[in-house]
């Protein structure tokens, strides 16, 4: 029997180039060697206020870009969170289990409350739903009895938390959960923005050259590539390059899948005009295709809300399952049999 393999993309902001590298581009590789649940995590979304009408385009959209990056529902179940009401279920048994210590001290946690406390205009107090989010993510994966999680480098410190949490749960009620291991892509793992690239990509930046959306036109694409911030070097230097230039390179070799030699043949000594515009050849080599194949999707949206029901109506029963063993474990009622 195959391992199971659990991700999440919340349906937020617009998907860039750091979600389809460091996620998508991975769950696709890995479909076919894992039994593989691929979830729009709109319950996740909603801990910074969204507006509804846009919310619900959004978990849409997000499935048409996991069908075009290759996702094939054949393979792989692709769930909306909020339809498979398990999640929330496990996530307020787990919640129950977790020093709240832990959750105070999540990256994410300081720097979303921070950016709300200082910046929303939408939202003038910070929901308990942003604490409990690492929470809810761990019970996204256990629920599942999930091995494997393919995310981008940012996860990371959710993805221990999700562990610890296992672990706690075991000790307090023994063993339960199938313990989680971590899936990094070599190349892509943090793609920077090209505007700042000291911090990672972010669907929420509000740069105009921060990121470049998986849904620009082909010219918006080349214009944010030649934006890109380098250095004060000419040419590539592998040995002295700075964050920037390091960027654009991790960018081109995720999209080809050349080895770091090849890498090095072809960019040593390359001026950065030549550089860019290289990379935004590869990069719009690989989205043009990929945009066909989404705007194809979406003209039939009956297709998509179909491959939603199937997937939840096929994960039902192994979340079901958990979520009975749980209680079993915490003396929660459960019928006689
Ligand atoms: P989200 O929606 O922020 O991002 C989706 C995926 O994209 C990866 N990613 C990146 N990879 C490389 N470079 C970047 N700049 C970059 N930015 C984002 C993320 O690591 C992620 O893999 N909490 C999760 C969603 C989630 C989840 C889960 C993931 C909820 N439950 C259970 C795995 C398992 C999130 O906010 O991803």
Same mark, same amino acid.
């Given at each position: 029997?195959?391992?199971?393999?659990?991700?999440?993309?919340?349906?937020?902001?617009?998907?860039?180039?750091?979600?389809?590298?460091?996620?998508?581009?991975?769950?696709?590789?890995?479909?076919?060697?894992?039994?593989?649940?691929?979830?729009?995590?709109?319950?996740?979304?909603?801990?910074?206020?969204?507006?509804?009408?846009?919310?619900?385009?959004?978990?849409?959209?997000?499935?048409?870009?996991?069908?075009?990056?290759?996702?094939?529902?054949?393979?792989?179940?692709?769930?909306?969170?909020?339809?498979?009401?398990?999640?929330?279920?496990?996530?307020?048994?787990?919640?129950?289990?977790?020093?709240?210590?832990?959750?105070?001290?999540?990256?994410?946690?300081?720097?979303?409350?921070?950016?709300?406390?200082?910046?929303?205009?939408?939202?003038?107090?910070?929901?308990?739903?942003?604490?409990?989010?690492?929470?809810?993510?761990?019970?996204?994966?256990?629920?599942?009895?999930?091995?494997?999680?393919?995310? &981008? *480098?940012?996860?990371?410190?959710?993805? $221990?938390? +999700?562990?610890?949490?296992?672990?706690? @749960?075991?000790?307090? #009620?023994? !063993?339960?959960?199938?313990?989680?291991?971590?899936?990094?892509?070599?190349?892509?793992?943090?793609?920077?923005?090209?505007?700042?690239?000291?911090?990672?990509?972010?669907?929420?930046?509000?740069?105009?050259?921060?990121?470049?959306?998986?849904?620009?036109?082909?010219?918006?694409?080349?214009?944010?590539?030649?934006?890109?911030?380098?250095?004060?070097?000419?040419?590539?230097?592998?040995?002295?390059?700075?964050?920037?230039?390091?960027?654009?390179?991790?960018?081109?070799?995720?999209?080809?899948?050349?080895?770091?030699?090849?890498?090095?043949?072809?960019?040593?000594?390359?001026?950065? &005009? *030549?550089?860019?515009?290289?990379?935004? $050849?590869? +990069?719009?080599?690989?989205?043009?295709? @990929?945009?066909?194949? #989404?705007? !194809?999707?979406?003209?039939?949206?009956?297709?998509?809300?179909?491959?939603?029901?199937?997937?939840?109506?096929?994960?039902?029963?192994?979340?079901?399952?958990?979520?009975?063993?749980?209680?079993?474990?915490?003396?929660?009622?459960?019928?006689?049999?």
């Amino acid at each position: 029997m195959k391992s199971r393999l659990f991700s999440g993309v919340q349906p937020t902001g617009n998907l860039h180039i750091g979600n389809y590298l460091g996620a998508l581009k991975n769950f696709v590789r890995l479909q076919s060697s894992y039994e593989s649940i691929f979830c729009i995590v709109d319950l996740h979304a909603i801990t910074i206020y969204q507006e509804p009408v846009q919310l619900r385009a959004k978990n849409r959209e997000i499935a048409g870009l996991f069908l075009a990056a290759g996702i094939d529902p054949k393979l792989s179940s692709i769930i909306v969170q909020s339809q498979v009401a398990a999640h929330a279920e496990l996530a307020w048994m787990l919640t129950c289990v977790t020093p709240i210590g832990w959750l105070y001290r999540m990256t994410q946690f300081k720097a979303k409350s921070e950016t709300i406390r200082e910046k929303s205009d939408t939202q003038d107090s910070i929901g308990d739903g942003l604490l409990q989010y690492p929470v809810l993510m761990a019970a996204d994966i256990l629920l599942y009895q999930a091995k494997v999680v393919p995310v &981008g *480098d940012d996860q990371a410190q959710h993805r $221990e938390l +999700t562990r610890d949490i296992a672990q706690r @749960f075991t000790s307090l #009620y023994g !063993e339960t959960f199938v313990m989680p291991e971590t899936s990094l892509p070599s190349v892509g793992a943090r793609i920077m923005g090209l505007d700042e690239p000291d911090k990672k990509m972010s669907k929420s930046a509000t740069g105009a050259g921060h990121a470049v959306a998986l849904l620009d036109e082909p010219s918006l694409i080349k214009k944010k590539i030649m934006r890109a911030t380098t250095d004060s070097n000419p040419a590539v230097d592998f040995d002295t390059m700075g964050p920037g230039v390091a960027n654009l390179l991790a960018i081109y070799q995720a999209f080809d899948e050349c080895s770091d030699d090849t890498m090095r043949e072809r960019f040593a000594g390359m001026r950065y &005009g *030549d550089l860019k515009k290289t990379v935004a $050849e590869k +990069t719009i080599e690989h989205i043009e295709p @990929f945009q066909k194949r #989404y705007r !194809e999707m979406m003209a039939d949206p009956a297709y998509l809300d179909g491959i939603l029901k199937a997937g939840a109506e096929r994960v039902q029963p192994i979340a079901a399952a958990t979520v009975q063993l749980v209680k079993e474990r915490m003396g929660l009622y459960t019928a006689s049999r």
